[in-house]
Structure formats: structure tokens, C-alpha cells
């Protein structure tokens, strides 16, 4: 049942009958077709506890403490990376427990998972739809730039395949300009 619940809800956020991808500069044009608005952490915040409420998860002060890294974090953490954080207000969370957690958040499509091979995947709790990274190659810094172009590959994908984009995943890799100027 769970299972269900987690596509129906994906397809929801990701397409309506196209994959549907919001830029911040589209937000607004975004949130008319998906229901979907860039909100301030705290608001998401209340709708995820919300959320999680519903489908009969506890909420846990640590729980919550992994939601506000990655509501709040400016960068993409790696579960390593929450966990470092959240273990200074709660030293007794264990790995397990953020991992768990990720797992949760990525099944109620709160969190996007950044797949990356060369090293750990890491998550974007702004962001949880599909949408384009730019990945330095050397200090691993992953920033989401805004690209117009996208809607028409998309688009100009499923004419040409006959292929209906459910979501996708664009990472773009080089070199940062502080690395540049190393």
C-alpha cells in the first residue's frame, strides 16, 4: 500500500502528463500546474510533519533534527554530513537512524537523491524534484543552475522517442570557479 501511495505521490509532484521541471525563476508557473511552491524551510517543514503524521510515522525530536539539515543546508549533504550535524544536538543518533530516515523522506518524494558514482550520494531536501546539478569535479561542490532549456529536451524527447519522461536526472561536471582560481 505504501508502495502506491509513493508513485502516485511522485507522479503528482514530478508529471501531470509531461515531466514537469521548476526553476526557481518558474515557480510561480510551476505551482499553477503542479500544486507545487518553493515554500520557506519551516513551512515545508510542518507540511512533511504533516505528512509523515498521516501515513503514521513517528516524529521524533531526531527526526525533526535531520528534516531542518536538510530543509536549511545550503549545499547537498551526504548522510555522513547530516549525521555530523545532527549528532551535536543528539549524540546517541546512530548512521541507521539518518539512513532510515533519507529512506523515508525519498519514498514521500521530500528528498531528491543525487547519484553520484565516484562518490557518496548525496541529497537536495530545497529541491525534491528532478532538476539539473553542477558538479565540481575537484572540491565536489553541487550547485542547481537555472537552465530554460530543459522543458524543450524534454519535450523534444518524447516526440522523437515515443517515450513518456517520468523524471530524469542532469548532472553537469567541471570545475568550479574557486577551484579555477586555485
Avoid: W
Avoid at 510551476?30 to 517543514?45: D, I, N, Q, W, Y
Avoid at 518524494?109 to 553542477?134: C, F, M, Q, S, V
Avoid at 516526440?159 to 517520468?166: A, E, F, I, N
Amino acid at each position: 500500500m505504501k508502495q502506491n501511495f509513493v508513485e502516485v505521490d511522485i507522479y503528482t509532484l514530478v508529471c501531470n502528463s509531461l515531466l514537469i521541471i521548476i526553476l526557481p525563476h518558474q515557480a510561480s508557473d510551476a505551482a499553477k500546474l503542479t500544486g507545487f511552491t518553493m515554500e520557506a524551510p519551516s513551512v515545508r517543514l510542518d507540511k512533511i510533519i504533516n505528512k509523515l503524521r498521516e501515513h503514521n510515522f513517528r516524529i521524533t525530536p531526531q527526526r525533526v533534527a535531520i528534516l531542518n539539515v536538510f530543509l536549511n543546508s545550503n549545499e547537498h549533504p551526504s548522510v555522513e554530513q547530516v549525521y555530523e550535524q545532527v549528532k551535536v544536538t543528539f549524540p546517541t543518533t546512530s548512521l541507521a537512524t539518518i539512513y532510515k530516515t533519507v529512506n523515508l523522506l525519498k519514498e514521500l518524494g521530500e528528498i531528491l537523491e543525487i547519484r553520484l558514482a565516484a562518490d557518496r550520494n548525496r541529497y537536495d531536501g530545497k529541491k525534491p524534484y528532478p532538476h539539473p546539478h553542477l558538479i565540481c569535479t575537484k572540491c565536489h561542490t553541487i550547485m542547481d543552475p537555472e537552465i530554460s532549456a530543459i522543458d524543450q529536451m524534454t519535450s523534444e524527447l518524447e516526440r522523437t522517442s515515443g517515450y513518456r519522461v517520468l523524471s530524469h536526472q542532469l548532472e553537469f561536471f567541471g570545475i568550479c570557479p574557486s577551484c579555477q582560481n586555485q
